[in-house]
C-alpha cells in the first residue's frame, strides 16, 4: 500500500544504489519520503536568468547562464587561484574565481561546459566576476530551458556530486519514479481541510515542486507544502494539548491556611493584578482534576517567583510535594535563598538538590524528599530524572522553561506521577512562534511590571567614552548602588571568555578602589560562587564582574547599573534578559553596552533597539526580522522538525491558518478515528509516533 512505500529506505527506487545511499543519507535523505521532501533549492527559467550585459555592481544574488570559454589556474601573489571565463548567449563574457579548493575546483570544468552560475557580480578589472559562485552544470538543460521549461535545481555539494548526484540526475531519478508511482502516492491531508484551505492536492503538489508546469503552478505547490508541513506540527501539538484534558492530575481542594497567610501577611508588596489573575488560572487549574499544564509568560522582573511560591503553597495545603526547576546551579541557588525567605517564617521545609554534593547529603536530601520531610524540593531538572523519588509529587515548576526544547517538555508532562507543570518563561516570543513553540500549552501573561518601576535607561558607547563611564559607575557607588559588568561568553573559547573577564576584573578593582569588587564565572566552584553571589548580595562586593553565568533569573534589586562589554557579540534576546538584571527595585536603573566602534552595521542596528526599548515583545520582534525564525525554531532548539518549506514570521497567515484547521480537527476526532483521517494519522504516527508523544497507532 502506498503509505508503506513512503516510508521505505531509498534504495527502493531505482537509480538509487550503494555509494548513493550513502551519500543521500548524509543529506538526511533516508526513506522515499525524504527523498520526495528534498525539495529544490533555486529553479531556473528564462525569467530568472540574467544576461551579462545586463548585470550591475549593485546586484546582490543572480543567475547567469553560459558556456565555458577558458579554464586556468593562475599564480597569484597569496596563492593560487582558480579563472574561468563564461560565455553567454550573446557573446558577452564574464569570469569566476575560487581562491580555496583550487585543485578540486579546476577538474569541474572543461571549455564547452554550459553552466549556471549564481552569485553576486562584482565588477573588477572592467569585467563582472563572481568569487566562489554556487555553480550548475547544465548540459543538455540549457536546450530546455530555451523551450520556455522551469528546471529545478537541487542542493547539491562535493558528497552527493561525487557519486553522480547532480540535479540532472536527481530530476531523472524523481521522474523515473513519478512515472510508476504518482498516482499511488496517499493524500495525508483530509479532504475537508484541503477544502477549506483552498490547496493543491498532495501528489500534485510533490510534482509540480519538481517539475513544475508554469511559475503560477509552483507557487500552488509551495503553498501547499508549507500548509501541509506546519498542519502537521499542528496536529501533533493539538494531540499533546489533549491528553493535558485525557490525563487525570491531582485533585487539590481550594486554597488553605498556608496560602491564606503567605498572601496576608508573608509579602512586602501587593501583588499586581497580572500576578493575581495569573494565581487564579492556576489555582483553577489545580483543582480540576486534570494535570495542569500552563506557561506562565512575563517580562523580566514581572515577579512570577512569588506567583510560584503561592502555587506550591496550594499544593501543600492539599498535602502535595512541590519541585522547582532551574536551568542553572546559580540560579537554583538564588531561587533557593529567596524562597527560604519567604517559607522559613511559615515553617515549611525546603531542600536544595544540586549537582556535587557531597554523597551522604545528598541521600539524607533524597531520603527527605522520598518519605515526606521536605515539601519543596528546589534544583536543576536533574530533579525529575534521575533517582529522585517523590513521596507525593503534587507540581513541579520549570523556571525560564525556553531552555527545555518542546519533546523535553513532553517527556517532562508524562512523567510517573503527572504532577501538575508550571512553566515559567521571560523570553517574550511573537506570536507567529508562541503558537509553534507553545501551541500545546495554556497561558497566562503577565504584561504588567510592579508599580514604581522605572524602566531601565539605555545608552550605547564605545571606548572613547570609557572614562566617563567609569567616573558614572564610581557616582552610584558611592550613592549605595551596585554595578555588573559582564563579558560575553566566547563559544569557541571558555578560556578566552575567562582571561576576558579575568583581566577586566584586575583592572577594576583598580579602577573602583576602595570600592569592592567581585569575579564569578562558570569555572568557579559551587562554593566560590555561592560565597561570591551572598558578599554582593550583602553589598560587601559593590561591583560583579561576571561571565554570562548570571544571565538569567538573578535578582539583587539594589544592583542597578549593567555594562555589557562587547555589546555587540550578543543577541538581542540575551541583551535583554541581561538587561532585565537591574531595574529590580524603586532606584534608576541603567544599562550601559559597550561596543566595538568598529562593529558591523547589523550589530549596531540590534544594539539601537535595545536603547529605543524596553518592551521584550517588541525586542523580539526585532530580533527574529534581524535573525530570521530559523535560531528560534532550529530543531536543536526547539525540539521541533524543521521547517523546509515554511517560514517564519512570512508565512505567519498560513500557520494561523493551518493552527485553527489542525486544532479544529483534533477538537472533532481526537483519536483520528475517522475513515477519512486514517491517513493523516499513518503520517503522524510515522511522523512523530516514537518521539513520546504516545501517539497510537490504532485510535
Ligand atoms: P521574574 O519575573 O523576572 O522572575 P522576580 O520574581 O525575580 O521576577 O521578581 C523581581 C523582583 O520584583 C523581586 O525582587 C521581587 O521581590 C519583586 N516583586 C515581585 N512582585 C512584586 C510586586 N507585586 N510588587 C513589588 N515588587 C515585586
Ligand atoms: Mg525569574
Not at 537509480?15 to 527523498?35: K, M, N
Not at 558556456?67 to 553567454?88: H, I, M, P, S, W
Not at 578593582?509 to 561570591?532: C, N, Q, W, Y
Not at 566595538?596 to 550589530?603: G, L, M, N, R, S
Request: proline share 4%; glycine share 8%; hydrophobic share 40%.
Amino acid at each position: 500500500m502506498s503509505i508503506g512505500l513512503l516510508e521505505q529506505g531509498v534504495e527502493r527506487v531505482q537509480g538509487i544504489t550503494g555509494r548513493r545511499v550513502e551519500a543521500l543519507a548524509e543529506a538526511g535523505v533516508r526513506t522515499v519520503r525524504d527523498l520526495l521532501h528534498y525539495y529544490p533549492r533555486r529553479y531556473l527559467d528564462r525569467s530568472s536568468v540574467v544576461s551579462i550585459k545586463e548585470l550591475r555592481a549593485d546586484m546582490t544574488a543572480v543567475t547567469v547562464v553560459g558556456t565555458v570559454v577558458g579554464a586556468n589556474t593562475v599564480r597569484g601573489r597569496t596563492g593560487y587561484r582558480f579563472e574561468l571565463v563564461l560565455q553567454d548567449q550573446y557573446s558577452q563574457t564574464m569570469k569566476c574565481v575560487w581562491f580555496k579548493s583550487v585543485q578540486w575546483i579546476s577538474k569541474r570544468f572543461a571549455k564547452g561546459d554550459q553552466v549556471a552560475f549564481h552569485g553576486r557580480p562584482q565588477r573588477y578589472g572592467g569585467m563582472f566576476s563572481m568569487a566562489h559562485p554556487d555553480f550548475d552544470k547544465l548540459g543538455k538543460d540549457s536546450a530546455a530551458l530555451d523551450t520556455g521549461r522551469i528546471i529545478a535545481l537541487y542542493p547539491g555539494g562535493a558528497a552527493l556530486s561525487s557519486v553522480g548526484l547532480t540535479s540532472r540526475t536527481f530530476r531523472r531519478i524523481i521522474h523515473e519514479f513519478f512515472k510508476e508511482n504518482l498516482e499511488a502516492l496517499p493524500e495525508p491531508l483530509p479532504s475537508d481541510i484541503c477544502e477549506a484551505a483552498a490547496l493543491m492536492d498532495g501528489a500534485t503538489a510533490l510534482r509540480a515542486i519538481h517539475f513544475p508546469e508554469n511559475r503560477d503552478e509552483l507557487e500552488a505547490a509551495q503553498r501547499r507544502l508549507k500548509f501541509e508541513e506546519l498542519f502537521f506540527i499542528q496536529a501533533m501539538l493539538a494531540q499533546m494539548r489533549r491528553r493535558r484534558i485525557v490525563h487525570a492530575g491531582p485533585r487539590l481542594e481550594p486554597p488553605g491556611t498556608q496560602t491564606k497567610q503567605f498572601l496576608a501577611e508573608g509579602l512586602p508588596f501587593e501583588l499586581t493584578r497580572a500576578q493575581q489573575a495569573a494565581l487564579k488560572d492556576i489555582a483553577r487549574d489545580m483543582q480540576t482534576g486534570k494535570q495542569m499544564r500552563r506557561l506562565l509568560q512575563g517580562d523580566v522582573g514581572s515577579g512570577k517567583t512569588v506567583v510560584a511560591v503561592a502555587a506550591m503553597l496550594h499544593a501543600l495545603d492539599s498535602g502535595y510535594q512541590s519541585a522547582f526547576m532551574a536551568p542553572t546551579e546559580i540560579l537554583a541557588e538564588q531561587h533557593y535563598a529567596n524562597l527560604r525567605k519567604y517559607l522559613d517564617p511559615l515553617g515549611v521545609p525546603l531542600r536544595l538538590l544540586v549537582g556535587g554534593l557531597p554523597k551522604a547529603e545528598r541521600s539524607r536530601i533524597l531520603d527527605d524528599i522520598a518519605e515526606g520531610r521536605t515539601q519543596i524540593a528546589v534544583g536543576t531538572h536533574a530533579l525529575i530524572q534521575d533517582d529522585v523519588t517523590f513521596q507525593r509529587l503534587g507540581l513541579a515548576i520549570v523556571d525560564e522553561q525556553h531552555r527545555f526544547g518542546v519533546m523535553q517538555r513532553a517527556r517532562m508532562f508524562e512523567m510517573g506521577a503527572r504532577p501538575h507543570m508550571l512553566l515559567m518563561t521571560a523570553t517574550p516570543i511573537p506570536r507567529s512562534l508562541a503558537m509553534t513553540l507553545y501551541g500545546d500549552l495554556d497561558v497566562s501573561i503577565m504584561k504588567e511590571l510592579p508599580a514604581g518601576r522605572r524602566p531601565v535607561r539605555t545608552a550605547l558607547r564605545y571606548d572613547k567614552s570609557r572614562e566617563q563611564v567609569y567616573g558614572f559607575v564610581r557616582k552610584e557607588i558611592a550613592k549605595g548602588r551596585q554595578c555588573y559588568v559582564v563579558y560575553p561568553l566566547v563559544e569557541e573559547s571558555e578560556k578566552m571568555e575567562l582571561r576576558d573577564a579575568e583581566s577586566g576584573y584586575a583592572e577594576l578593582k583598580k579602577i573602583f578602589a576602595p570600592h569592592k569588587v567581585g569575579l564569578i564565572h562558570g569555572r568557579m566552584s559551587r562554593g566560590e560562587k555561592e560565597d561570591t553571589m551572598t558578599l554582593f548580595r550583602r553589598n560587601d562586593f559593590n561591583a560583579l564582574v561576571a561571565t554570562t553565568v548570571i544571565e538569567v533569573g538573578v535578582d539583587v534589586p539594589n544592583a542597578t547599573i549593567m555594562i555589557v562589554e562587547h555589546a555587540e557579540r550578543f543577541g538581542l534576546s540575551q541583551l535583554h534578559q541581561l538587561r532585565g538584571r537591574v531595574g529590580r527595585g524603586g532606584e534608576q536603573s541603567y544599562c550601559i553596552l559597550m561596543a566595538d566602534y568598529k562593529c558591523t552595521h547589523e550589530a549596531r542596528k540590534r544594539l539601537q533597539v535595545m536603547v529605543d526599548t524596553n518592551d521584550g515583545f517588541r525586542i523580539s520582534e526585532a530580533d527574529l526580522k534581524i535573525r530570521g525564525a530559523g535560531d528560534f525554531f532550529g530543531t536543536r532548539q526547539s525540539g521541533l522538525p524543521e521547517l523546509k518549506m515554511a517560514e517564519l514570521p512570512e508565512d505567519v497567515a498560513l500557520l494561523s491558518q493551518a493552527r485553527d484547521l489542525a486544532f479544529d480537527l483534533v477538537a472533532r476526532d481526537p483519536d483520528l478515528k475517522e475513515p477519512g483521517h486514517a491517513a493523516l494519522r499513518e503520517h503522524l504516527y510515522a511522523a512523530y509516533g516514537n518521539r513520546g508523544l504516545g501517539l497510537s497507532r490504532i485510535g
